[in-house]
């Protein structure tokens, strides 16, 4: 018997993108063997381009976006889960090529699914969300590479978006010393903000849009980037000696002008981080690795929660730069 559920549906007519959320059934889903009582997913950056249709994110119409949901397991058909069971999802191209979180109820592959971690609600595994793992997933990477507190500084760009702003929290909370990089416009806004995550300085200086030499002066020991482009190449030349670079994001684009200096005279890494491919071993030893060193304290600071009425609205807002943190979708209002 079908169940009814309301949704977010994008379409494409005369090629832009339209949205409409939507009364379905159940019926109208797409295949997999498990069926999800959707309650939280985010707003994340992708989430944005795909509402406002801005860049080729969305692969068919229609499509329900959110590249993430956390909820509870209605049917099941996997021996992996049954129902009652608590899951989370991020990546594997939901939301782009399949059906994602903006759905009060959705129906997604088992191996997609991540169980619920001991410690966490669904509210805050999705007020952390795609974000949140992406920044915890880049802190491993750089903790894996050798980077302790007492190498130096880390630097944080794209700070006062979601990845940033829980990278900075996190970085923090394990003792490191933590530079938050903004935007121009948003350093007066959001510069207390992020000092209150943790964050010893916050730069938004004019050099970081314009191209740097190969190497500058030496400034931090390692950096999380979610910009890309010139941002990356400046962090690439300012770099220590043996430092390295947690790379998560192409805002600024894919272009990279820069040299094979930082990599040869300086040894610097650059560490590429994909949370969408990322597999399903290492995503449960993040989740784990959250319980333990992510205090959530933070997280009214962190995140806002709306309704799905207003997910188009903030969404635009977010290519604007004008959120911070996270936006929480609640999917049972």
């Known amino acids: 018997m079908s169940q009814s559920f309301k949704a977010m549906v994008l379409n494409q007519q005369d090629g832009a993108t339209t949205h409409e959320i939507v009364t379905m059934g159940t019926d109208a889903l797409p295949e997999g063997d498990v069926l999800v009582q959707v309650e939280y997913s985010g707003l994340n950056y992708k989430d944005a381009l795909a509402i406002t249709g801005t860049g080729k ?51 997604v592959r088992s191996e997609w699914l991540v169980p619920l971690p001991e410690g966490l609600d669904t509210r805050t595994a999705m007020a952390l969300g795609t974000a949140g793992f992406t920044a915890m997933l880049c802190v491993m990477t750089l903790t894996e590479a050798g980077i ?120 610097v890494r650059l560490l590429g981080v994909d949370s969408v491919m990322c597999p399903v071993e290492r995503r449960k030893q993040v989740w784990q690795q959250i319980v333990r060193d992510f205090k959530p304290a933070l997280l009214q600071e962190i995140a806002q929660e709306v309704p799905l009425e207003e997910a188009a609205r903030l969404a635009a807002d977010m290519l604007a730069g004008k959120n911070r943190g996270r936006v929480l979708i609640n999917l049972q209002a």
């Open 57 to 107: 994110i969305v692969r068919s119409f229609p499509m329900v976006p959110g590249v993430d949901l956390a909820g509870t397991v209605l049917q099941s058909d996997s021996p992996d889960y049954k129902a009652g069971d608590r899951v989370v999802l991020t990546g594997w191209s939901v939301g782009e090529r399949f059906w994602g979180g903006y759905s009060q109820v959705q129906r």
């Open 148 to 267: 302790k507190p007492e190498s130096g500084t880390v630097l944080v760009t794209g700070a006062a978006g979601g990845v940033g702003s829980v990278a900075v929290s996190i970085l923090k909370q394990l003792g490191f010393k933590v530079a938050a990089l903004v935007a121009p416009h948003q350093a007066e806004t959001h510069g207390d903000y992020l000092r209150q995550l943790g964050a010893a300085e916050v730069l938004a200086g004019p050099e970081w849009s314009t191209p740097p030499l190969p190497l500058e002066k030496q400034k931090w020991a390692a950096a999380i980037d979610t910009v890309g482009s010139l941002v990356l190449a400046r962090a690439l030349a300012e770099t220590f000696y043996g430092g390295a670079i947690a790379s998560c994001g192409l805002a600024g684009g894919s272009d990279l002008p820069t040299t094979v200096m930082p990599f040869i005279l300086r040894g």
